[in-house]
């Protein structure tokens, strides 16, 4: 079946940071989403992708869609105390297809 | 977007018991979802929930453990049934407000069985 792989498990950076976390996927993806989860509450939708090579912003935040429609990544940029928690890449091959989640990376931001 | 309530927010019950989780969105929504998120995990979807008919189960769910109703476009439940520890976990509900522009959750049920 469909799988995520998200690289790295785990980030532990210092404040002002970049920082930089991708995901693949084993199956052609039409749309990558990725999402924030914050201890205690469900995922927060940070950034929608819908076409390969597409490079989308919000904020701080940047993803791409890549061009082969197996991978994407999430930059963030200038890193602040409040981007801890779990980030999620998530996808699926079609519009009509179930969205599967990665494993997650746990970023923490020393001050 | 959505605005998603979710209750109860968190609950600890015994085993061998039922909990019935509620899903409430502020819109009609075509499509509603419930996932499982064990601890330290990444989300898994139970089900989607379907208005007016029997909700579509992923492999290695079944009705007589997850029962689901969803009487109406903007309403919801999850029962976790006959329970064990090992169905401690995160229960959230997920909708799609629009097609193919990704998925809203709600801030989730924590279950603790003991």
């Known amino acids: 079946g469909q799988q995520l792989n998200q690289s790295p498990q785990s980030m532990f950076i210092q404040e002002g940071e970049d920082v930089s976390m991708n995901c693949t996927s084993s199956s052609i993806f039409n749309t990558w989403l990725w999402y924030k989860q914050d201890p205690g509450e469900g995922p927060v939708l940070l950034i929608a992708l819908y076409k390969a090579g597409e490079l989308t912003s919000n904020g701080r935040l940047t993803a791409q869609f890549g061009i082969t429609r197996k991978d994407s990544f999430l930059n963030i940029s200038a890193s602040i105390p409040s981007d801890v928690g779990i980030y999620f890449c998530a996808g699926r091959e079609t519009s009509y297809d179930k969205v599967i989640f990665g494993p997650g990376t746990s970023l923490s931001v020393i001050p | 977007s959505a605005v998603i309530s979710q209750k109860p927010s968190r609950d600890i019950c015994q085993r061998g018991t039922s909990l019935t989780i509620q899903c409430q969105v502020d819109?009609?929504?075509?499509?509603m979802f419930w996932y499982r998120q064990q601890p330290g995990q990444s989300l898994t979807l139970i089900a989607t929930?379907?208005?007016?008919?029997?909700?579509?189960?992923e492999s290695g769910f079944v009705i007589d453990k997850f029962p689901i109703s969803r009487p109406n476009l903007t309403f919801s439940t999850l029962t976790v049934s006959n329970m064990s520890p090992e169905d401690s976990s995160i229960y959230l509900c997920?909708?799609?407000?629009?097609?193919?522009?990704?998925?809203?959750f709600g801030s989730g049920t924590r279950l603790t069985v003991v």
């Open positions: 819109s009609q929504v075509t499509m």
């Open positions: 929930a379907n208005q007016g008919s029997e909700a579509t189960y």
């Open positions: 997920s909708v799609e407000v629009r097609d193919n522009y990704g998925y809203t």
